[in-house]
């Protein structure tokens, strides 16, 4: 049993022996398969990489270049399969390859961009800024695996990104040399003056790139110290901020696509060359220069950074100039790289002398106002803004631009500075570029001068712009034509925002947008020497300060923008302690000398000379001035030829600019043809001062109160008045159906009474003309006459007119003056109205006593009196009145609550 028992253990334990052993052969053998996928797996991966490194690449580092050889016993079949498809592949691609990118440099890189440095180092460039502008420029040749021939290599710059060298210390020459040819490529190629270079060292006083120090003299280049480097940063980023607020504020994304659009490139490239030593900069300064190269390139602002530790961004090229290679990353890491050789120093400094020498040519030619104008006239939009040049900056052009961003501007100039020249300017580029469907001007001239009357249709010129909608000339006295226009201003500014409302839009792009249809020009009003407009403590100052205040805060979302110009804004007392107006007139413009425009530490303008002007659209903050030389727009050939010219395309089918000049009485003619048309007559007393030159005239219904009187001692004015009241109320009435009196009772009105009569025999009536000494009789008579028809006897139109009223105080005695005060007060509602001039106010007032009184006199105008005078005739007491010559202070019961000032009318015409 016990015999049985250790058999039986045997064979369980031979049979775990060879299950044991099993296990191991399956073991083994698994092993076996999972040691032979690693090795396939290994090599597929060594494969792989090599594929995408490059066999040479990978040989060139030294820790596996002793693996990478064909003879090692497990790469080396890999090795040599990769080293034999490298060859074919190379060989193929070296039999077309180098001259195909050589055709490719050479296509992307003409002139100086791409030509060895024999074939233009000396001369200067003559490119413009918009056209082909180079996409590379050559730094050398390239090779591949060292062998084959050498092909042309070339970087991105100018429209595109940054440059990024990274040098050995001792091949920091070889990186300088590289910048130089660089630049002096970049100099060569562009008209001078188009490209500024700004260069730091941080371990050279003088600055590096000695060899283009002659380009200093002229602005072309600029040398900073080595501690500023912080003050250059600061420079770059105000210029990229100016550039984004003012030209980029349209839709387009960079310079370069705004100079498609234009045809002008609206500002010059800035290379910034930094020369570092491997040490990181400030944190602050590291945080700066990330930002310019972040947004540099679409504001033409490019980095070209040496030994300056930074995170390479978007559109940054490298060139590592290590041990004895050169790679870039444009080339990548199989091409070996071999720069250009340096410049012959004497080369350089020839070369550099020859552009600055051409650059101070271009900057002494005296560029015209032709050179302003565009190419195609009247294709520019205004939905989001205007933008046009007003002048030139090492003759580029430097732009207005009139929008959200500086929605108003104030120029400010002593006189003989070139302000109007200036203005002229603005007027004509702003015209040329916009057709008058986009575009409207209000142009208004307080001093003394026409420079805005050639806008308007002349006895020589019949032309006008046809933009102009009204122009103002010779109103330093009529203040109030000023305040009416900020009145149409802000009534217009109110209608935009109603139609706006209706569209459920805010702005006037979005309302153009929404309304097709519909005609919304932008708005520019010119008022040139406007302190005038503020220069009294009265009621048109205030009320003007209100309107002002008003458009020129809410104006800019309807399209309205005001442009304000004055010898000295300090001195307008008005405006003490109202700096909110001013802040909304963000673009500021300074001539010649010019004090307060600018913001209180920026005192450029008081060095600028003579036909110059500080162009700030950034509320006159020094970083943001822009110098400008002003063409002469006044001199033939100039506004006056964009005047011709635009009148010709335009001025077909539309109405003409309103002219309102202070110096001349407004004609009788002109005025009767704008009274209201019905059957009840108008007398007409002169012209309202508003936009639109609106008669002013007293309606004569058979009503109380119907009567006009003119009160004054001059007898001009007062005679002219009461003659255009006579002639309009006379046709007013049919031919025979009025009875008109005329009594002359002064020998000044001679004259003046016998046109009166004619313009009424003209018109079919028979005057009846009354002397002195018959006028009780004929005064008592139509007293009677009134008093039959209030009993129901017949009515007919009759019209008296008195000239010095007063005059007959003597003759009529007290049953006469009786008499006069019973027509005057029952005449009017019984067809009886009388017109009368009376030179002394007291003896007007004296007649509308006892039987008669003010109301009676239910129109009058007040002439050379004071305001003082007027108490008891006016609504109110104290009459805001300074008689002024051609003026007079107009009321009419029935229409106004406040007396207006009106243009004393021209003479009756015979």
């Given at each position: 049993?016990?015999?049985g028992?250790?058999r039986?253990?045997q ?5 775990f022996?060879?299950f044991?052993?099993a296990?191991g052969r399956?073991l083994?053998a698994?092993?076996?398969v999972?040691?032979t996928a690693?090795q ?9 990489w090599?594929?995408e ?7 060139s580092d030294p820790?596996l270049?002793r693996l990478?050889?064909p003879g ?5 079949d ?8 490298e060859?074919?592949v190379l060989g193929?691609?070296l039999a077309?390859g180098?001259?195909?990118?050589d055709e490719?440099?050479a296509e992307a890189?003409?002139?100086?961009a791409g030509r060895p440095a024999a074939e233009w180092l000396?001369q200067f460039g003559k ?6 502008v180079p996409e590379?420029?050559r ?9 084959g021939?050498?092909f042309?290599v070339?970087v991105?710059?100018?429209d595109e990104g940054h440059?990024?060298i990274?040098a050995?210390p001792?091949?920091?020459?070889e ?9 002096l490529?970049v100099?060569?190629y562009?008209r ?7 260069v730091?060292?941080t371990n050279q006083?003088a600055g590096?790139?000695?060899g283009?120090?002659?380009?200093t003299r ?5 040398v900073h110290?080595p501690?500023?480097l912080?003050a250059?940063?600061e ?10 607020s ?6 387009h994304p960079?310079?370069?696509a705004?100079g498609a659009t234009t045809?002008v ?6 290379i910034a060359?930094l020369?570092?030593?491997h ?5 602050e300064?590291y945080?700066?220069l990330?930002r310019i190269a972040?947004?540099g390139p679409a ?8 030994d300056v530790p930074?995170?390479a961004?978007?559109?940054t090229?490298?060139?590592s ?5 050169t790679?870039t990353?444009m080339t990548?890491?199989h ?7 340096p410049l012959d120093?004497r080369?350089?400094?020839a070369a550099?002398?020859a552009i ?5 040519t ?27 040049p007003i002048?030139?900056?090492?003759v580029?052009?430097?732009d207005?631009?009139?929008g959200?961003a ?6 400010g100039g002593?006189s ?6 200036l203005l002229?300017?603005m ?5 040329a570029?916009?057709d008058?469907?986009e575009?409207?001007?209000y142009?208004?001239?307080f001093?003394?001068?026409?420079s ?5 249709p002349?006895r020589?010129d ?8 009204l122009i103002g000339v ?8 000023g305040?009416a226009?900020?009145q149409?201003?802000?009534?217009e500014?109110r ?7 209706a569209h459920?839009?805010t702005k006037?792009e ?16 010119v008022?040139?020497?406007f302190?005038y407009?503020?220069n009294?403590r009265d009621?048109v100052?205030r009320t003007a ?5 008003d458009?020129?805060r809410?104006g800019?979302?309807q399209?309205?923008?005001?442009v304000?110009?004055s010898q000295d ?9 109202r700096?909110?107006?001013f ?9 010649p ?9 920026n ?6 000379p003579r ?7 950034e ?5 943001a001035n822009?110098?400008?030389r002003?063409?002469d727009?006044t001199?033939k050939?100039?506004?006056?030829e964009v005047?011709r010219k635009?009148?010709a395309?335009?001025a ?10 202070g110096?001349?009485?407004?004609r009788?003619a002109?005025l009767?043809a704008?009274?209201p048309?019905?059957p009840v ?18 309606p004569?219904?058979?009503a109380p ?6 009160m004054g ?5 007062a005679l002219?008045?009461?003659g ?5 109320a ?7 159906a009025l009875?008109l ?9 001679g004259g ?8 009424a025999?003209a018109a ?9 000494g018959?006028?009780a009789e004929?005064i008592?008579k139509l007293?009677?006459e ?6 129901g ?7 008296v007119?008195?000239?010095g009223?007063?005059s007959?105080?003597?003759?009529l005695g007290?049953?006469?003056?009786d ?5 005057v007060?029952f ?7 009388v017109?009368?001039?009376w030179r002394s ?5 004296n007649l509308?006593t006892i039987n008669?009184?003010p109301d009676?006199?239910?129109a009058?105008?007040a002439?050379?009196?004071?305001g003082?005078d007027?108490?008891?005739l006016?609504p ?12 007079g202070l107009?009321?009419?019961?029935s229409?106004?609550s406040?007396?207006h000032?009106?243009?004393v009318p021209?003479?009756v015409?015979?």
């Amino acid at each position: 049993m016990v015999r049985g028992r250790n058999r039986r253990q045997q064979e369980i334990s031979a049979a775990f022996d060879n299950f044991c052993a099993a296990v191991g052969r399956a073991l083994g053998a698994a092993d076996g398969v999972q040691d032979t996928a690693d090795q396939a797996r290994a090599a597929a991966l060594v494969e792989l990489w090599l594929r995408e490194a490059g066999l040479s690449a990978a040989r060139s580092d030294p820790a596996l270049s002793r693996l990478l050889t064909p003879g090692h016993r497990r790469l080396g079949d890999l090795v040599a399969r990769l080293a034999a498809e490298e060859d074919a592949v190379l060989g193929r691609w070296l039999a077309t390859g180098p001259r195909r990118l050589d055709e490719i440099v050479a296509e992307a890189a003409p002139g100086s961009a791409g030509r060895p440095a024999a074939e233009w180092l000396g001369q200067f460039g003559k490119a413009e800024a918009v056209g082909a502008v180079p996409e590379l420029w050559r730094i050398g040749t390239g090779r591949v695996g060292g062998s084959g021939d050498p092909f042309d290599v070339a970087v991105p710059l100018l429209d595109e990104g940054h440059l990024q060298i990274d040098a050995d210390p001792d091949r920091r020459a070889e990186a300088e040399a590289l910048v130089e040819s660089l630049l002096l490529r970049v100099l060569s190629y562009f008209r001078p003056g188009l490209v500024a270079v700004h260069v730091w060292d941080t371990n050279q006083l003088a600055g590096a790139l000695p060899g283009l120090y002659p380009l200093t003299r002229t602005d072309l280049v600029t040398v900073h110290h080595p501690g500023r480097l912080g003050a250059l940063l600061e420079q770059l980023s105000d210029r990229i901020r100016r550039i984004h607020s003012r030209l980029l504020v349209d839709g387009h994304p960079s310079l370069k696509a705004l100079g498609a659009t234009t045809g002008v490139r609206h500002d010059p490239w800035i290379i910034a060359v930094l020369m570092g030593d491997h040490q990181a900069l400030p944190d602050e300064e590291y945080a700066q220069l990330q930002r310019i190269a972040r947004g540099g390139p679409a504001c033409g602002v490019h980095l070209v950074l040496v030994d300056v530790p930074t995170r390479a961004t978007a559109g940054t090229e490298t060139i590592s100039l290590r041990g004895g290679t050169t790679r870039t990353s444009m080339t990548g890491p199989h091409v070996s790289v071999q720069l250009d050789p340096p410049l012959d120093p004497r080369e350089v400094t020839a070369a550099c002398q020859a552009i600055s020498e051409e650059h101070e040519t271009w900057r002494l030619r005296v560029s015209t106002f032709r050179d302003l104008l565009p190419a195609e006239w009247g294709k520019e939009r205004s939905h989001a803004g205007l933008r046009a040049p007003i002048g030139f900056a090492d003759v580029l052009p430097v732009d207005l631009v009139l929008g959200d961003a500086s929605p108003h501007a104030l120029i400010g100039g002593p006189s003989g500075t070139g302000k109007t020249n200036l203005l002229l300017t603005m007027i004509g580029s702003l015209a040329a570029r916009y057709d008058p469907d986009e575009l409207e001007f209000y142009l208004l001239d307080f001093k003394e001068g026409v420079s805005f009357a050639q806008f308007a249709p002349g006895r020589k010129d019949r032309t006008w712009l046809p933009h102009a909608r009204l122009i103002g000339v010779n109103i330093n006295t009529d203040r109030e034509f000023g305040l009416a226009l900020l009145q149409f201003l802000a009534d217009e500014m109110r209608r935009r925002a109603e139609a706006a409302k209706a569209h459920e839009v805010t702005k006037l792009e979005e309302l153009r947008d929404a309304d097709p249809e519909g005609r919304w020009p932008r708005i520019v009003a010119v008022i040139d020497e406007f302190q005038y407009l503020f220069n009294e403590r009265d009621a048109v100052t205030r009320t003007a300060l209100q309107l002002l205040e008003d458009v020129a805060r809410r104006g800019r979302s309807q399209g309205i923008h005001l442009v304000l110009a004055s010898q000295d804004v300090s001195g307008i007392e008005a405006f003490w302690g109202r700096s909110a107006i001013f802040e909304q007139f963000v673009l500021r413009i300074a001539l010649p000398r010019a004090r307060k425009v600018l913001a209180e530490m920026n005192d450029v303008a008081l060095d600028l000379p003579r036909w110059h002007a500080v162009i700030n659209h950034e509320s006159g903050i020094r970083p943001a001035n822009e110098i400008a030389r002003i063409p002469d727009a006044t001199g033939k050939g100039s506004i006056d030829e964009v005047q011709r010219k635009l009148h010709a395309a335009y001025a077909s089918g539309r109405p003409e600019p309103r002219l309102f000049d202070g110096s001349r009485a407004p004609r009788v003619a002109d005025l009767l043809a704008g009274l209201p048309e019905g059957p009840v007559p108008h007398a007409l007393v002169g012209q309202f001062i508003d936009v639109a030159g609106t008669p002013a005239a007293v309606p004569l219904p058979d009503a109380p109160g119907r009567n006009l009187g003119v009160m004054g001692v001059d007898p001009r004015d007062a005679l002219r008045v009461l003659g255009a009241a006579a002639t309009a109320a006379l046709r007013g009435h049919a031919p025979g159906a009025l009875d008109l009196v005329i009594a002359p009772l002064v020998d000044a009105a001679g004259g003046a009474a016998s046109l009166v009569a004619r313009s009424a025999e003209a018109a079919g009536h028979v005057p009846e003309i009354v002397e002195l000494g018959g006028v009780a009789e004929r005064i008592t008579k139509l007293a009677e006459e009134v008093t039959a028809r209030q009993q129901g006897g017949e009515r007919r139109a009759t019209l008296v007119v008195l000239y010095g009223a007063d005059s007959a105080d003597a003759v009529l005695g007290r049953g006469g003056v009786d008499a006069l005060q019973r027509v005057v007060r029952f005449g009017p509602e019984v067809g009886v109205h009388v017109f009368g001039w009376w030179r002394s106010v007291a003896r007007l007032r004296n007649l509308l006593t006892i039987n008669a009184g003010p109301d009676d006199l239910g129109a009058w105008v007040a002439l050379d009196v004071q305001g003082s005078d007027l108490g008891s005739l006016a609504p109110t007491y104290g009459v805001d009145w300074s008689s002024r010559p051609g003026r007079g202070l107009f009321f009419d019961r029935s229409q106004h609550s406040e007396p207006h000032v009106v243009i004393v009318p021209g003479e009756v015409e015979a």
